[in-house]
């Protein structure tokens, strides 16, 4: 057998050992709040496990509508017909986790709920064409995609969709804040380099080698200190839960 012949075969008896091994790792379930650094993570994510893993991937996201993530409810509905995967993305509230017939390990990057809400602003802003201050004023956008967001995400009930999570009262904060700490692993978007490597320390991965930071987009410093203000009141829940997460990744949680 030639040289080549022989480290051919080697290659490909390792490629199909790690892929037995990957398949034997616990499933994760990425609950993707928008602008946490979601995108970036996945995306290592497909580098650690082969894109054929993490569902939806960039190559499955070509071929669905818009190019969106399926809803929670697809997700449920269609969950048999699933390909194969070990990590499960989405735009889906963390109360999924209970709905899915399969136990994953539920995973949640957090933000500082302003600079969260700013990139938010920046990324409809491009998307609709409109100010950032005209959507501010739009009491229906501001009430649906940002006031108490990331508390709405970690503490509504029953629900698999961000958008059926409704309001956010001080029951839901309670809920979050359970929800929380029960969580397999909580990162947070300032710390992200940080975050990752914990990661890898809990799950036995490699991400932190793939580190990027993609789609980020927030507005500049002189509209923080123009916005911020009216935005606080909006996220005095999320404000909460994030120092809850940040008091807890401080003292080595994660």
């Given amino acids: 057998m030639s040289r080549l012949r022989r480290w051919l075969k080697q290659r490909h008896v390792w490629a199909v050992d790690r892929l037995a091994t990957l398949r034997r790792r616990d499933r994760i379930l990425l609950v993707h709040i928008p602008k946490t650094a979601g995108t970036s993570l996945r995306r290592m994510l497909q580098q650690e496990y082969g894109a054929r893993l993490v569902y939806p991937g960039d190559a499955h996201l070509e071929r669905l509508p818009h190019g969106w993530y399926p809803t929670g409810k697809d997700l449920l509905r269609g969950f048999g017909s699933l390909p194969p995967h070990n990590v499960l993305v989405g735009h889906v509230a963390a109360s999924i986790a209970d709905l899915l017939p399969k136990p994953y390990r539920a995973i949640v990057f957090l933000r500082d709920p302003v600079q969260r809400s700013l990139s938010l602003l920046a990324h409809w802003s491009r998307v609709l064409r409109v100010p950032i201050p005209d959507l501010v004023d739009d009491h229906d956008f501001m009430a649906t995609r940002v006031q108490d967001f990331q508390t709405r995400a970690l503490g509504a009930e029953g629900v698999a969709d961000l958008g059926d999570t409704g309001t956010a009262d001080d029951h839901t904060l309670t809920r979050a804040m359970q ?38 987009l927030r507005p500049e410093g002189h509209e923080l200190l123009e916005l911020a203000p009216r935005i606080e009141p909006l996220v005095e829940r999320d404000r909460m839960l994030y120092d809850r997460a940040a008091a807890r990744f401080t003292v080595g949680g994660g």
């Fill in 179 to 216: 929800r929380l700490d029960s969580l397999d692993f909580v990162g947070l978007t300032e710390r992200f380099e940080e975050s990752c490597r914990r990661f890898d320390d809990r799950f036995a991965t490699r991400i932190s080698r793939f580190i990027c930071r993609e789609n980020v």
